[in-house]
């Protein structure tokens, strides 16, 4: 059951976010667009600590004054990934007028769902592998742990599936489309969970290794797209405080059902 929830909660917070195309009549404003991405780099930066980069570090105790290595190596190996994907998928990012990643012909609108997929990949490892440490038997991760963690990234996608479903809307796609693109920004996330909790069953010592990998990918999105998108224009004050209380949100709902 416990995989179930980490499988579907996310994605129906995308979903959900996704359908505010239906009730919203415009676009958000910078000032909340800022604000929402602030609060989901906060909670995806208090994940990648809580849920996963101490619990790497907790499970690899036996190697002593080594037991940050396999975390450190699976942290890069992450940051690396995700960097490689930034290179090679063609994608464009909601504040910026400029694609990136190699030249293409898609549409506008396809890249910026893209651009959402790319950085909902490590959030859908994130909550595979700890599904998958929890279905092995690891002591370091409750049931509650994984509960915590597929809570937190579903508060966090809701935000982020308005945030692709209005922008689509206001680029002149009906609100179907719309609503369609920011369901399937998200898709990624269960299928991303699924091939990690079933890598992970085969290969369970590496699991701190994978742990620390889904914690690289996420702080690589967190800081090469969601602070600058957060801090640019006036009053960036507000990203900031936003990034505060998601991080205080992922850090309490991680201590006190973890």
């Given at each position: 059951?416990?995989?179930?929830?980490?499988?579907?909660?996310?994605?129906?917070?995308?979903?959900?976010g996704?359908?505010?195309?239906?009730?919203?009549?415009?676009?958000?404003?910078?000032?909340?667009?800022?604000?929402?991405?602030?609060?989901?780099a906060?909670?995806?930066?208090?994940?990648?600590?809580?849920?996963?980069?101490?619990?790497?570090?907790?499970?690899?105790?036996?190697?002593?004054?080594?037991?940050?290595?396999?975390?450190?190596?699976?942290?890069?190996?992450?940051?690396?990934?995700?960097?490689?994907?930034?290179?090679?998928?063609?994608?464009?990012?909601?504040s910026?007028?400029?694609?990136?990643?190699?030249?293409?012909?898609?549409?506008?609108?396809?890249?910026?769902?893209?651009?959402?997929?790319?950085?909902?990949?490590?959030?859908?490892?994130?909550?595979?592998?700890?599904?998958?440490?929890?279905?092995?038997?690891?002591?370091?991760i409750?049931?509650?742990?994984?509960?915590?963690?597929?809570?937190?990234?579903a508060?966090?996608?809701?935000?982020?599936?308005?945030?692709?479903?209005?922008?689509?809307?206001?680029?002149?796609?009906?609100?179907?489309?719309?609503?369609?693109?920011?369901?399937?920004?998200?898709?990624?996330?269960?299928?991303?969970?699924?091939?990690?909790?079933l890598?992970?069953?085969?290969?369970?010592?590496?699991?701190p290794?994978?742990?620390?990998?889904?914690?690289?990918?996420?702080?690589?999105?967190?800081?090469?797209?969601?602070?600058?998108?957060?801090?640019?224009?006036?009053?960036?004050?507000?990203?900031?405080?936003?990034?505060?209380?998601?991080?205080?949100?992922?850090?309490?709902?991680?201590?006190?059902?973890?």
């Amino acid at each position: 059951m416990e995989a179930v929830y980490g499988l579907l909660l996310p994605f129906l917070g995308t979903t959900f976010g996704a359908a505010c195309v239906f009730f919203l009549r415009r676009d958000l404003s910078d000032g909340i667009q800022r604000g929402l991405t602030g609060f989901a780099a906060g909670v995806m930066t208090a994940a990648s600590i809580w849920s996963l980069l101490i619990p790497a570090i907790d499970r690899s105790a036996e190697l002593g004054k080594w037991a940050f290595l396999p975390a450190v190596t699976g942290f890069w190996i992450g940051v690396l990934f995700l960097l490689a994907l930034d290179h090679i998928i063609p994608h464009l990012h909601r504040s910026s007028g400029q694609p990136e990643g190699p030249s293409s012909q898609l549409r506008r609108t396809t890249m910026l769902v893209l651009a959402v997929t790319l950085h909902n990949i490590p959030e859908g490892m994130a909550v595979g592998v700890v599904c998958a440490g929890y279905l092995a038997g690891d002591a370091e991760i409750s049931s509650l742990g994984v509960l915590a963690l597929a809570l937190g990234i579903a508060i966090q996608n809701f935000p982020e599936g308005a945030i692709i479903s209005l922008p689509l809307r206001a680029e002149g796609e009906s609100k179907l489309r719309a609503f369609a693109g920011g369901v399937l920004s998200g898709i990624v996330e269960p299928l991303g969970a699924l091939l990690t909790i079933l890598a992970a069953g085969l290969f369970v010592p590496a699991l701190p290794y994978l742990l620390s990998f889904a914690a690289g990918a996420m702080l690589y999105v967190v800081v090469e797209e969601m602070i600058p998108e957060m801090s640019q224009g006036r009053h960036s004050n507000v990203g900031v405080l936003a990034f505060a209380l998601g991080f205080s949100v992922m850090m309490v709902l991680d201590v006190a059902l973890g």
